[in-house]
T-cell receptor
Framework: KAGVTQTPRYLIKTRGQQVTLSCSPI?????VSWYQQTPGQGLQFLFE???????NKGNFPGRFSGRQFSNSRSEMNVSTLELGDSALYLC??????????FGPGTRLLVL | DAKTTQPNSMESNEEEPVHLPCNHS???????IHWYRQLPSQGPEYVIH???SNVNNRMASLAIAEDRKSSTLILHRATLRDAAVYYC??????????????FGQGTRLTINP
């Protein structure tokens, strides 16, 4: 079975731009979660989607948004990028139980 | 979210056992103890989880204190591939709501050849 895939793997943007990251979960997984990882703050939960509905949201500003499609693929969008948004963005999928399977991440650099 | 406390770093030698401690004194009765690890340049990966009894799988063993206020992840024979950051995380019962992993700083495990 293919693992969680994330595209693109690397991205460079400038302040003020917006960015969309994509995540394809493991086949059959309906839950997709997003996390941000920075050296200073570590791994932080952004939000989780299950069957196209956002079930949980972390403490991030409204510039961070996401959605899930009927095939369980998910996208995350960050608008009006700031330098502090530079991070590794990780997506994880789950069958709905507790085990989450992480993708390799998208490394975003904001200049 | 219930909090966990882990040492920042630990070091061990290859082919020796490693015991990674985790304190979770505010754990609730329905919290499961999960361990994930993150190898360099990769996303985290699930290692093991448990509720009250000790657990074993092909990767590791989890020893849970009788009062559940602490646990220990045991790698029986560490290899260089086990060098990673190990996270101890508490999670509620599955199927009862949203999925959310609350990561602490974890323990950075170094394995010496």
């Amino acid at each position: 079975k293919a693992g969680v895939t994330q595209t693109p793997r690397y991205l460079i943007k400038t302040r003020g731009q917006q960015v969309t990251l994509s995540c394809s979960p493991i086949s059959g997984h309906r839950s997709v979660s997003w996390y941000q990882q920075t050296p200073g703050q570590g791994l932080q939960f952004l939000f989780e989607y299950f069957s196209e509905t956002q079930r949980n949201k972390g403490n991030f500003p409204g510039r961070f948004s996401g959605r899930q499609f009927s095939n369980s693929r998910s996208e995350m969008n960050v608008s009006t990028l700031e330098l502090g948004d530079s991070a590794l963005y990780l997506c994880a999928s789950s069958l709905g139980d507790w085990t989450q399977y992480f993708g390799p991440g998208t490394r975003l650099l904001v200049l | 979210d219930a909090k966990t406390t882990q040492p920042n770093s630990m070091e061990s030698n290859e082919e020796e056992p490693v015991h990674l401690p985790c304190n979770h004194s505010t754990i609730s009765g329905t919290d499961y103890i999960h361990w994930y690890r993150q190898l360099p340049s990769q996303g985290p990966e699930y290692v093991i989880h448990g509720l009250t009894s000790n657990v074993n799988n092909r990767m590791a063993s989890l020893a849970i204190a009788e009062d559940r206020k602490s646990s220990t992840l045991i790698l029986h024979r560490a290899t260089l591939r086990d060098a990673a950051v190990y996270y101890c995380i508490l999670m509620g019962t599955p199927g009862q709501g949203a999925q959310k992993l609350v990561f602490g700083q974890g323990t950075r495990l170094t394995i010496n050849p």
